[in-house]
């Protein structure tokens, strides 16, 4: 069985092997490196990744250790060139945004910039993946499978696979082997999604990535078709559900028959007997999570409970206004009266003025550079202060005494970053109990006899 680059990455990019190529904190490309090993001077045969950073052709990018930086080909790809070519031709001022693209063609023309090579992990393919729905990202799936119980060895039903973020999440969770011929049990996700091209497309990835023995994809609508795979039970232990109508699910997810099912429908539970099953269910509105409980009721989950993930990325920073300087007048101390309070606050207006048109004035400088093919680290960092909104919050270093000890430089402060969602969803957890057969309970009280 191909093992998952997921799962073993080994210690160096292999060909037609997935490679996550980092171009800044948010631009991720995952790429199949599928160029020729071994092409001379980046004039490779095969796919090249073309970016505003520069032409990758992908045999640079192949056989590297992991984290390796790679510069870009000393040429660049056909398209590039000629858009710079029009460019230099016309005096025309370079706004090229454009997003990185893979093509069959030669590089062409020079290029300076640099991506690094990553190994895919689930948390980087959340963050490249090609976006088809809304997806479950890290800081919820992390906290979901540490409640569900997701651990090597078990089995996990999800739907909707949707994108496929959970699921190779969850499959990195589970995996404590390939299925062997002995057939012993190895942990197993079980993804089911309705939508068929959507369906179509994650088997294809699954495949692509060495998954396909680990990840059971089915084509279902669950709300009337269940969960059982070719009239089996999954015997899950844990299920994750990421659909518009929970409680259209939960009926199938019983020990016993669904009431719903005609009498021809074959039924067994897809739960595992003999162990409690965790559920979680993941929606946006407190609608749904109303009716989604009032479902768990009915039908015997327990232990129900509402959590939110507000996941905020804080920024820390060294506040320049009302510096501990000596001789500051803005410092630390109460203003005396209302007077000097308006004089601060008057200073500190335009001393923020000034900081932005500083901060602004790097920013267009340095977008200007990347376009003229700026070293790439130069050019994300100001694509990120830019993307994070903080340029603000970048202290202009000139004014920076490095003989002062740091506190006297000003107060540390710290703010979350504005742009930054907070509400995803809301997680609905449950449990249902393990079923206790006769044999079972004599089984018990033969170990532990109590009232004896
Ligand atoms: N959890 C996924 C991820 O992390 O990428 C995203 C799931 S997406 C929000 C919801 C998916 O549920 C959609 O792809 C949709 O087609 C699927 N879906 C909706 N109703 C369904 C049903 N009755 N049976 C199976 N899948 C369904």
Not at 97 to 107: D, F, L
Not at 199 to 224: C, P, S, W
Request: some cysteine.
């Amino acid at each position: 069985s191909t093992v998952s680059p997921f799962l073993h990455s080994g210690p160096r990019t292999k060909k037609d092997s997935i490679a996550i190529v980092h171009l800044s904190r948010d631009n991720l490309v995952p790429t199949i490196l599928n160029g020729t090993v071994g092409a001379v001077d980046g004039y490779a045969e095969g796919n090249v990744i073309n970016t505003r950073f520069g032409s990758f052709p992908h045999s640079t990018l192949i056989n590297q250790p992991w984290g390796s930086q790679v510069r870009a080909s000393i040429v660049d790809t056909g398209s590039r060139g000629r858009k710079r070519k029009a460019r230099e031709e016309t005096d025309e001022p370079s706004n090229d945004t454009e997003e990185p693209t893979t093509s069959a063609k030669k590089p062409t023309a020079a290029a300076s910039g640099f991506v690094h090579v990553l190994p895919p992990t689930p948390e980087l393919w959340t963050m490249g993946l090609p976006h088809r729905t809304q997806v479950v990202y890290t800081p919820d799936y992390s906290y979901i499978l540490h409640r569900i119980r997701a651990r090597p060895g078990m089995r996990i039903i999800e739907a909707g696979a949707g994108s496929g973020s959970f699921t190779h999440a969850s499959v990195r969770a589970v995996y404590n082997g390939y299925p062997t011929e002995s057939g012993s049990q190895k942990g197993k996700v079980f993804s089911f999604e309705f939508n068929e091209a959507r369906f179509h497309q994650m088997a294809k990835e699954i495949d692509a990535h060495g998954l396909k023995e680990l990840v059971q994809m089915t084509h279902r609508d669950v709300y009337n078709d269940g969960f059982l795979v070719n009239g089996e039970s999954p015997a899950a232990e844990s299920v994750f559900l990421d659909l518009p109508a929970p409680w259209k699910a939960l009926p199938h997810l019983s020990r016993s028959r669904p009431a719903t099912l005609s009498a021809e429908q074959p039924w067994v539970s897809p739960l595992r007997p003999d162990r409690p099953v965790h559920l979680c269910t993941f929606s946006p509105c407190i609608e749904q999570v109303t009716r989604t409980v009032d479902s768990m009721r009915r039908l015997g989950w327990m232990d129900i409970e509402m959590v939110e993930v507000a996941h905020r990325r804080i920024n820390v920073v060294r506040e320049r206004i009302g510096s501990n300087l000596p001789g500051d007048r803005s410092s630390n101390q109460n203003p005396a009266d209302v007077s000097e309070a308006l004089d601060r606050l008057r200073e500190v207006e335009g001393r923020f003025k000034e900081f932005h048109g500083r901060g602004q004035k790097a920013t267009q400088t340095a977008d200007a550079d990347a376009d003229g093919d700026l070293d790439m680290g130069d050019a994300s960092e100001a694509k990120d202060s830019k993307t994070n909104g903080s340029t603000e919050q970048s202290s202009p270093k000139k004014d920076t005494d490095s003989s002062l000890p740091p506190f006297m430089l000003g107060n540390l402060v710290h703010r979350t970053e504005p742009e930054i969602k907070t509400h995803t969803s809301y997680l609905v957890f449950a449990v249902l109990p393990q079923e206790w057969t006769e044999e079972q309970e004599a089984e018990v009280y033969q170990k532990w006899p109590c009232g004896q």
